[in-house]
Each structure stands twice: as C-alpha cells, then as structure tokens.
C-alpha cells in the first residue's frame, strides 16, 4: 500500500465530509479513523477507488459518533444518512484545509500539529514522535487547535501568508526523526503550488528544493555540520536543483517579487557555483538587498555582512556588520569569520568561542568550538 | 516551538521569600502544595505543552571511572554547600515568555500558610535542530 498517496487524499476526504454537513473537528476524527482502518486494511485487499472507499468508511464513522454523541446528550442527530454528494470541489476543499489550519488565530506550534494532520494526513502518534513531545501532550495540542478554528468559515477566503509561514516552519525547524519532516513539507507546498498560481508559494516550494538538494552533503559524519564552503557538490542532488531553479524562473518571469522567491534566488546561485571559488557573490549581495528591502530583516542584513565580505573583502563585510546590533543570533559567528578572513586569528578564536556559548542547536555549538579550537591549534604554532 | 527545563533545587537556589522548610508546614499545607503541583502538570498536558517530569531522591553519589578494569569510584553523599537538584519539569512551548510565565506559575505554589512560596526555578533551553535554510 502506498501511504504516502492515502495521506495525499486526506483534505479531500475531509472537504467532502464539511460539505455535507460535518463540522471541520469531527469530519477531521472521522478521516483519521478511515485512514487508520486503511493502513490496517488495505495491504491485503486494497479498494479499487480509493478515494471513495475513505469517504464512504469516513463518513460511517462521522455518523457513528455523531449519533453516539446525540444519544449521549439525548438529542436528535439531524445528519442525512445518505446526502447528496457534491460536484467536483476537491481542488478548493484542499485549499480551504490549508487556510484553515493555519488560521491567524492559532499559535505557530498548533497550526504546524493541525495542518500536518488534517492536510498531511499523519497520525497524532507520528507528529509527536516528530517534535519529540508525548502522544497525548500532541493530542491535546492538535484537539485544542481544532477548538480555536471550530468558528471558522470553511468557505472564507485564507491568507496564503500564513499558510506560507506554517509550511517554512515545517521544513526548517523540524527534529530529524522517523517522520521526514522536509520532505512531508515539499509535498504540502507542492500540492499547494499545484493549487494556487501565486509567485510566493513557487518561491517557498524552490527553496525547499533547492536546500533539500544539499541535505546529504551538509551533514558529515557523526551528525556534523560541513558549511556550505566545504561541501562536496557531487554530493548535491542535480535533479532537485533543476526542479528547484525552474520552478523559481517560472515564477521570477511573473515579476512579483517576495521574500520566498529572493531567498530561493540567494539558493539557486550558490547551487549553480561547481565549487565555492566560482560563487557569483556580487549579485548573492544583490538578492540581499532585495531581500532586507521586502523583509527589514535583521536576519538577512546579518547574512548579507557575509556576502559582501565575500563580494568586497572582509573589511566591508565587518563595516557592514557593524551597522548591525551585536545581540543578534549568529552575530557572533559571522564576526568571527569575517576576523579569520581579515587575518585577525585571535579575534576569529575568541569569538568562535562566544559564538559556540550562543548557539542554538547542539550541532552548530559543536561546529563552532570545533572551529575556535582549530585556531587556537593555530596560534599555538 | 521551543523546549524549556525547569530545575527545581532542594538546595542552591536563592532563598525564596516564603522560606518556611516543608517539614514545618501543616499536612494539609504539604497536601495543597502537591495537589498544585499535579494540577499544573495536568493542565500543561491539556494545552499541549507538556513533555515530562521527574522528581529526584536528594540522596546521590558522584562517581567516576578509575580507569580499566578498577571499580568505579564514589565520592559522597553531596556536600551540604552543593547545589542539589529536585526534580524536573520539560516543557515544550511558543516562545521564551511563555516558559516565564510557566515558570512563575509553577513558583507560586503555594507553602506555609498556604501562602505562594515564590520559590527559584531554574530556566534552561534545549538545543533544537539545527535549522536548514541558513543563508
């Protein structure tokens, strides 16, 4: 059986539950009994349509607890046993799905647990073991965020930002565990870019490609972090860069400019170097002030300190870094390099060192010591 | 989405501002006080924000290897001066305030009197993972 095409007909089961008359939370708890019935079921005597078999056995299931609940609350259920169904509206039942589980009105953490079940189709059990939290803690997480949206319009228009926002989040911030969270977020936003013509959601789905291409070469032995300058580029993957760049020039030809396509374009410049040395630098600080003029981001304004130290020298990198407030992340660790560059390797060795004290991960805490320990090996002689 | 500790010390904190030692409280007084502590727990489960907790025995050895094929060595029980840790609560919340503001509930437990203890906590990050997209 192939999961991954059950969990894609997730938002669709639930679009057609909502639209005959089940209320988003329950239409939800019903799908994910289907699907779970499914993944019991199917290996054996797999159904041949099916979509259809989900929406039938769902829809069982939303009846079944909704008269289990009536009878509970000694009310009348009012569902039709056999309603009519809809005509062809899954495209935009998905599309509501995703605005819906990024609604404003939920916490970063609740829309990122809600839309990886109810548009991803994961199981409460696989999100948990993602973000390394109990199954029950995720349960409540995911139960709770449902109450938030439960007085949402499932017709409203949504904010693509938002849904954006969760999806970025999705591939950047998760553990790297059981569950491929980056990839499971390449297939969100490639659903969604099939779904909605808009240049960002293009520009956020070449990002994810175009960084996902170097995953295997940005991780070295025993979990350590190669920066990008050290990576063996035979070890990108070619096919996600090509992807990646053309889904990006599709979208740059529309001439509307966002924050997703200008960091994409910042990726696809450092794929398209074969080696660091030939990284066109000039115009990577071109897509930076792109980037800090369509953002303000204190962020892109530290990243763009490195690549003007790399476009103009070092000593414009550290004036451009200077403009910046030293208690930025990664302040530090961009000091500290833009020193060795200049020659000052006891500045470079003491920073790396602060630097590693801020970290915040454990990887980039060991990449950082590792390099203020190289250089005081250096000025030991 | 960031994972927080609370440590809470037996000793080695800064001294609370309701500073009574547990054995002088009244039973009811100690009850209240745990009952608060299982409520807080609970709650943090139902809004999603829970990952663990345990409670530590002040009794404990430090021990080190010394070196292959010799028994470990011990040293102990903890010196009266050394900052000993109670138990732990791991949290997984939005941002750095909220694990202030849970921090602070949890202090205000209440302790003698019945009173808030306004106990020290202690308030670590967890490293997270490394992001991907850093440029």
Known sequence: MDEALLRSLTPAVIGVLVRRGADFAAAEDAVQDALLEAVRGWPGDPPRDPKG?????????????????????HREVRVEAEPPSGPGKAADDTLQLYFLCAHPSLTPASAVALTLRAVGGLSTRQIAQAYLVPEATMAQRISRAKRTVSGVRFDQPGDLATVLRVLYLVFNEGYSGDVDLAGEAIRLTRELAARTLDEEVAGLLALMLLHHARRRARIGPGGRLVPLVEQDRSRWNTRLITEGVDVLQAALARDRLGEFQAQAAIAALHADARTAEETDWVQIVEWYDELVRLTGSPVARLNRAVAVGEADGPRAGLAALAELDPALPRHAAVAAYLHERDGDRVAAARLYA?????????????????????????LRG | MARYLLLKHYRGAPAPPNDVPMDQWTPEEVSAHLQYMRDFAARLEST??????????????????????????????????????????????DSYERALELAAELSAAPGAGGKPIHEWLELRPAYGEPETITE
Do not use: C, Y
């Open chain 1, 354 to 378: 602060a630097a590693a004290e801020d970290a915040a991960s454990l990887a980039e805490r060991e990449h950082l010591t590792r390099q203020a320990a190289r250089l005081n090996a250096l």
């Open chain 2, 48 to 93: 999603g924000e829970f990952v663990s907790e345990q409670a530590l025995s002040p009794q404990g050895t430090f021990v080190r290897s010394d070196g292959e094929g010799r028994p470990p060595v011990t040293d102990g029980p903890f010196a009266e001066t050394k900052d000993l840790i109670a138990g732990w609560m791991m949290i997984d919340v």
């Open chain 1, 53 to 73: 078999w989900l929406v039938t056995v769902a829809w069982r299931k939303f009846l079944d607890a909704t008269r289990a609940d009536a009878s509970r609350r």
